[in-house]
């Protein structure tokens, strides 16, 4: 089988998170064409995450807090149907440039304690990538087994996890920003970007790093990347609203402005 690269198409890369419910139509045109061009040498997994779809609905219900009142259960079905439409935008880029995606909804095939994932039956997603066939995923709800009874589980978490089971060589973060810097660059000029990234030299910058959206942000995302980069994938973060930006991480990252995770 084909080397597998799990890709997060992070929010930032596939909408634009200041605008609720707006996608970045060319980002997501540019990724699915270099998909496309990578298939012949690759096997994919896309995660995509929530941007100004998903975040926004589950902070206005909470539904990250897990169960609290009843009225909050519409609130679940809110965030599929904005999830729904973002992921069916991606399809539809993927698909018009002759990438067979399917996508698979986390929310029927995994269970997650404490907002951890717990239980994943991932057979299908082998079967899929052995057929040659891409799975297209979205951070999602889930059913949690803790006294929380339903949760949001990250695009981050479910990538990370993917391809740790699934034997990933590499996994892609993509986001709007070049990789982790020793604070948000979008709001001090002055950031600079750190290139390699471990648990020993992140104490450094841990006070810098803020924790963002419903799902953690930049925090949560370098811990899920950590977390696989320890079990031997090749983690990387990158901005992939450059162009090519993901055919150069897949290739060769040398030489990309890039943050790598590695263990120790
Ligand atoms: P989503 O969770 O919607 O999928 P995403 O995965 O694209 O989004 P975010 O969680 O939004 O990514 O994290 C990327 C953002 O984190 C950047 O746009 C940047 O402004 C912000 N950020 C905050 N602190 C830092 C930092 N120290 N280094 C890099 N980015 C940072
Ligand atoms: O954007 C969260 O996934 P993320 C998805 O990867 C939802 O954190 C439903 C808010």
Do not use: W
């Amino acid at each position: 089988m084909k080397p597998l690269i799990v890709v997060k198409l992070g929010g930032s890369v596939v909408t634009r998170k200041d605008e609720p419910f707006k996608p970045n139509t060319l980002v997501i045109e540019q990724v699915s064409k270099q998909v496309s061009g990578l298939l012949r040498d690759y096997s994919f997994i896309l995660v995509h995450g929530g941007g100004s779809y998903g975040h926004v609905v589950a902070s206005e219900h909470r539904v990250d807090e897990g169960y609290l009142e009843p009225n909050q259960l519409i609130g679940l079905s809110r965030v599929k149907l904005s999830m729904n439409e973002l992921t069916q935008l991606i399809l539809a880029s993927l698909a018009s440039h002759g990438v067979p995606a399917v996508p698979v909804t986390p929310v029927s095939c995994l269970t997650c304690s404490s907002g951890r994932i717990e239980s994943f039956f991932t057979r299908p997603l082998r079967m899929m990538l052995s057929l040659g066939l891409v799975p297209l995923i979205p951070g999602d709800i889930a059913m949690d087994s803790s006294e929380k009874r339903f949760t949001i589980v990250s695009g981050d978490q479910l990538a990370s996890f993917l391809a740790v089971r699934l034997g990933a060589v590499k996994l892609i973060y993509g986001t709007d920003v070049d990789g982790v810097f020793t604070s948000d660059p979008r709001l001090n000029p002055d950031a600079s970007l750190i290139r390699r990234l471990n648990r020993r030299t992140i104490r450094g910058f841990a006070a810098s790093l803020r924790p963002g959206d419903v799902t953690g942000g930049i925090c949560k995302k370098i811990e899920e990347g950590l977390y696989a980069a320890e079990k031997g994938v090749r983690v990387i973060i990158g901005n992939l609203t450059r162009p090519e930006a993901l055919s150069l991480m897949v290739k060769d990252e040398a030489g990309f402005e890039c943050t790598i995770l590695e263990a120790g």
